[in-house]
């Protein structure tokens, strides 16, 4: 199969606050509302912005997110545990690759 | 096409209740989630148990799934048969979720993650329940729709982020036919990855997501970057740490000592004097490389002992260990 050159104009290397509310809820196909809560919780974190308008989202803070409504929607749970959780799982996926790496 | 049995994949019974279901996948959804699973095949299975639960999860799909499968069973079909929905048997079923592989309730799976069967049997419903939500806005306009965002892991070497380079991707997907309907599609594309990427970092490529409906713009595809496992380096965000080999003599005299970087170059570093092992030396904006916050390279002292084979290395030992008569390395 050849593969189908995508141009350089089209590929973004998302930085620490690429991505705006609108972006990080499309991007875990849930609601702005969804975000909102998650953020007023603490679960969530904005890099910058005071008012919902200017936050800021890292693109990590995107695959956290998206985790964190997989588990949620999954085992119906509670924000605060799905968030425990996801934090567990990087924590394992962290110490996994040290014990992994030397 | 082959025939999936979602009842077997759960392990339930077919008559199994809402609840017994749900107790199914979230057991194992546990057992098989590929962040945690020590299974071989944990991501493929997961992939199993989403479609799955997609399907009978949700009472109108699994009506049906249930319909095919009646008949199919009545012929004696079983799981690895080929089995084909028979024309119009959807007829008379609305699915309330046009999308079955939205990001939600799918652990490590993307969109692209069904089966060509699941697609066979859902992939129409996927385009009636876009149509029928824009009957309810009304006036027969048909509203834009922007294609959903997919999202993908690419694994890279290390060098590749000092570097920069260009990987061709395989993706597993579907795309719709000229009959509206979504067939499985798989394409390769062919990437420049930027330099200075990070773990956990993502990449955007706009507009290789699902495409559009009625002249919506494209979805975007995200690619999560991991770093492929190499003994040399540890990596966090864009500190690396290397393990730099020294002698004795290097450790207790210092000195200066050449070290290959992870980005291919070779660079003297100076071992300070009465380094011992697991010592730091820090390399800055050696890490991988960002415009404006570049990372650093820690180099980790390990120091090698040479064994004492001949006669003339074990006396030389001996006279180094004359030479330190009160030093024990086991008081503190």
């Avoid at chain 1, 912005?49 to 997989?70: H, V």
């Avoid at chain 2, 719709?176 to 990855?193: F, H, M, S, W, Y």
């Avoid at chain 2, 009465?274 to 890490?287: F, P």
């Avoid at chain 2, 120091?303 to 030479?323: C, D, F, K, M």
């Amino acid at each position: 199969m050849t593969p189908t050159p995508i141009p350089p104009a089209l590929v973004e290397l998302l930085d620490d606050a690429a991505l705006d509310l609108n972006a990080l809820a499309r991007g875990c196909a849930v609601t702005t509302e969804w975000v909102h809560t998650h953020v007023e919780a603490g679960v969530l974190e904005p890099l910058a912005g005071g008012g919902a308008a200017e936050w800021r989202f890292s693109s990590t803070t995107l695959a956290r997110a998206r985790r964190i409504a997989e588990l949620e929607h999954t085992y119906d749970a509670d924000p605060q545990l799905a968030a425990l959780t996801a934090d567990l799982m990087e924590e394992v996926a962290r110490l996994r690759r040290l014990v992994r790496d030397f | 096409m082959e025939f999936k049995d979602y009842y077997q994949t759960l392990g339930v019974a077919k008559g199994a209740s809402q609840d017994d279901i749900r107790k199914a996948y979230r057991k194992l959804a546990r057992k098989y989630h590929p962040d945690v699973s020590k299974e071989a095949d944990a991501a493929l299975r997961m992939a199993e148990l989403n479609e799955a639960n997609t399907v009978l999860s949700d009472p109108e799909k699994r009506a049906a799934y249930d319909t095919v499968g009646a008949q199919a069973w009545a012929q004696g079909a079983r799981s690895g048969d080929d089995v084909r929905p028979p024309p119009g048997w959807n007829t008379g079923y609305e699915f309330a979720e046009g999308a079955p592989g939205g990001a939600r309730g799918h652990f490590g799976a993307g969109e692209a993650d069904f089966s060509e069967f699941f697609e066979q049997m859902f992939g129409r419903a996927r385009t009636a329940g876009g149509a029928r939500g824009q009957a309810g806005t009304g006036g027969g306009a048909r509203a834009q729709m922007r294609g959903e965002d997919h999202h993908a892991r690419i694994e890279l070497e290390l060098i590749d982020a000092y570097r920069g380079a260009e990987r061709a991707i395989t993706l597993r997907g579907a795309r719709l036919n000229a009959d509206g309907q979504l067939v499985p599609e798989e394409r390769t594309l062919q990437v420049k990855i930027p330099q200075g990427v990070k773990e956990g970092q993502l990449i955007r490529l706009a507009g290789q997501g699902s495409p559009g409906l009625h002249g919506g713009a494209a979805g975007d595809l995200f690619l999560e970057v991991r770093f492929r496992p190499d003994a040399r380096w540890r990596i966090d965000g864009r500190d690396v740490t290397q393990r730099l080999r020294v002698t004795p003599w290097e450790a207790a005299l210092g000195g200066g000592v050449g070290v290959t970087t992870p980005d291919g170059r070779t660079v003297e570093v100076t071992v300070p004097a009465g380094s011992g092992s697991g010592r730091r030396l820090r390399l800055k904006g050696r890490g991988i490389p960002s415009g404006s916050a570049p990372g650093d390279l820690y180099l980790e002292l390990d120091i090698a002992v040479p064994g004492a084979v001949t006669p003339e290395q074990q006396r030389a030992w001996q006279a180094l260990g004359q030479a330190y008569p009160g030093f024990d390395p086991r008081r503190a």
